[in-house]
């Protein structure tokens, strides 16, 4: 997270600019918050206070599951998704090659394999023929068993789930959703976080939907995986948590995030989602004719966990977030080095598929500032800015 930035704009007016404004957030909720925070220090229910109850209700009915099982964190979320699938050695599981750490740190961390697959150029999202490839691979070299595709929604716009499906059934594997950065995405009408057999999102401040700390939420439709979530993030217990039926972890939600979470939903739902599609509009308006800007699939949406834009080479990526970042203008290289790069990664057989995309893309990929708060003289002092710097 950048420090706050001073800006000056053409007309030299000066404000100061975030890559995601939480203070600004903050002072608009503050009273509510503050109120909501206080309440639980009075009442001391810090572990599984009603709240938490509350929120995995409102969280479920939001993206349309039956069940919300909220939990420490994103990786966690993943990592249980996976428990819960009884996922481990011998056992193969697909990620994207772009995405963040966790997406394939959870693999190795149950002890299975991750298998990279490339992206989409224009969703940035997995490219479903290369997945197809990479399955076959894994079943034609027959030494692991392919069991699950992690499908990520990077930077907010869902992924390609009607041909995820369609290759799942084919091979009869399951899907996890990564909806860390997708919540509050939606294809036609139905929410991202629905799409997965389970499908898991994270709180992490910075993301679409954030808390004062770290959290995170798993989703399914399932009865009997929800029943299995439920016991495995509380030391797999049974009728209490001193009835211990299997190995599980510590991983719960404090209460004191889950009241943060409910007021911050309700702005969500209000109106910070509607607002952050406005500014995303307007950088798509603004540097349409100039760069290429972020591509949604019809009929899908996007929560913008990320506004990411590709330039034309290397040197023309850093050159501009040099210049941005003089002028006050934070942005972000999100992300710089494929997974399959990644040295935690190079003891894994299946790193030579085709990855090209990935690689082009952590070479020319630049994520600008953006968020439910701004306005209009940040959104066209960023856009000038833009402008300016390739024009000249
Ligand atoms: C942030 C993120 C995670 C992990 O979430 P944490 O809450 O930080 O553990 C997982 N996957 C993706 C794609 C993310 O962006």
């Not at 481990?88 to 963040?100: A, L, Q, S």
């Not at 036609?188 to 679409?208: L, N, R, V, W, Y």
């Not at 995303?280 to 899908?300: C, F, R, S, W």
Request: one cysteine or more; a negative charge.
């Amino acid at each position: 997270m950048n420090p706050p930035n001073f800006v000056s704009d053409r007309k030299g007016m000066v404000t100061y600019m975030e890559f995601r404004d939480l203070k600004t957030q903050y002072q608009k909720l503050k009273k509510e918050m503050d109120q909501k925070i206080q309440e639980i220090l009075n009442n001391t229910n810090f572990i599984m206070g009603k709240e938490v109850e509350e929120l995995e209700q409102s969280l479920a009915k939001y993206v349309g599951q039956k069940h919300c099982i909220t939990c420490a964190n994103g990786t966690d979320a993943l990592s249980l998704a996976l428990m819960a699938w009884d996922i481990g050695p011998r056992d193969v599981v697909f990620v994207p090659d772009f995405t963040f750490f966790s997406s394939g740190e959870v693999v190795s961390y149950e002890g299975a394999t991750p298998v990279f697959v490339d992206v989409d150029k224009d969703t940035y999202n997995i490219d479903v023929e290369k997945l197809e490839i990479a399955i076959q691979r894994v079943i034609e070299e027959n030494e692991y068993i392919p069991k699950v595709i992690i499908a990520v929604d990077l930077f907010g716009q869902p992924a390609d789930f009607y041909g995820i499906r369609r290759i799942a059934n084919k091979y009869g594997l399951k899907v996890l959703e990564d909806g860390a950065q997708g919540f509050g995405g939606a294809i036609g009408e139905q929410k991202a976080c629905s799409f997965g057999d389970i499908s898991t999102t994270s709180f992490f401040p910075a993301k679409p939907l954030g808390c004062y700390g770290d959290g995170g939420a798993i989703f399914t439709n399932d009865d009997q995986t929800a029943e299995l979530l439920s016991s495995l993030r509380i030391h797999g217990k049974g009728k209490d948590k001193y009835d211990n039926v299997k190995i599980g972890v510590n991983s719960r939600l404090d209460t004191i995030q889950a009241a943060i979470l409910q007021v911050k939903l309700n702005a969500f739902i209000e109106y910070e989602l509607k607002d952050i599609n406005l500014w995303a509009k307007k950088y798509t308006e603004g540097l349409k004719d100039i760069v290429n800007v972020p591509n949604l699939k019809a009929n899908v949406s996007s929560s913008w966990a990320q506004y990411t834009i590709q330039l034309d080479s290397e040197e023309q990526r850093n050159g501009l977030k040099s210049y941005l970042q003089s002028k006050g203008i934070p942005s972000m290289i999100y992300y710089s080095k494929p997974m399959h790069v990644q040295k935690a990664f190079q003891p894994y057989p299946f790193l030579g598929n085709d990855l090209s995309v990935t690689e082009n893309l952590c070479k020319t990929v630049l994520s600008l500032p953006i968020h439910p708060y701004m306005n209009e003289r940040l959104s066209c002092f960023v856009i000038d800015e833009i402008r300016g710097y390739l024009k000249g």
